[in-house]
């Protein structure tokens, strides 16, 4: 089980953005980084700090996966046919984690992930509590009985602020079909990732 060790908000000041399209995030009221030298000038960035900083923002926002989970994740894209970038963000999006997010069963990445890890998830009928599992095409994922009854999962499936994508099909509250692997420009993230730098920082 991967455990957040950083308060995800703390991220989104280090990156200063909102990552996550949260209306309660820090960034929407000051954009500089946290801590007491938070609003000192920033100085240039190099290609490497540029590269760097897409790469904790893509790992940020999967959930602050460890590095061993996400440089797995590049380097099995980097053997699939295509562009790496594409198939990193491909296999990012098949997590089961992150499509239980996307179907709104949870109102955030670490919130979906514990709803796996406690065992309230099956896929195609059967229990998964692995919340790295790849996704396919077609899978069938359901939110099992006493998970429809949390406050948790209710609050997610009123939430405005984001909407179900096209490669979620939904069938009810509690089940939905993965339809397909999606490309970045279906990915409906709330700021700009570069993937693209996430592949030049591990191919240096």
């Known amino acids: 089980m991967t455990k957040r060790t950083s308060a995800k908000y703390k991220l989104d000041r280090r990156m200063g953005e909102n990552i996550w399209g949260r209306p309660k995030s820090p960034v929407n ?27 904790q923002k893509l790992k940020g926002y999967y959930g602050d996966i460890t590095e061993k989970q996400f440089k797995r994740s590049y380097t099995d894209a980097s053997k699939m046919k295509g562009d790496t970038s594409q198939n990193l963000i491909g296999l990012l999006e098949r997590r089961l984690d992150m499509v239980v997010y996307r179907a709104k069963f949870a109102p955030t990445i670490f919130a979906a992930r514990q709803i796996v890890n406690h065992g ?8 998964c509590n692995i919340a790295s599992r790849r996704v396919n095409p077609g899978d069938e994922i359901t939110l099992g009985t006493k998970a429809q009854e949390m406050a948790l999962v209710m609050e997610a499936q009123g939430l405005s602020e984001r909407d179900i994508p096209d490669y979620v099909s939904p069938d009810g509250a509690a089940k939905i079909t993965y339809v397909r692997v999606p490309t970045l420009d279906e ?12 592949v030049e920082f591990y191919s240096r």
């Open 187 to 198: 990915v409906p993230y709330p700021v700009k990732m570069e993937p693209n730098l996430v």
């Open 29 to 55: 009221k000051r954009e500089y980084g946290p801590g007491q030298h938070g609003q000192r000038r920033k100085s240039k960035v190099s290609d490497y700090g540029v590269q760097l900083k897409a790469k």
């Open 120 to 127: 309230h998830i099956l896929v195609n009928g059967v229990k």
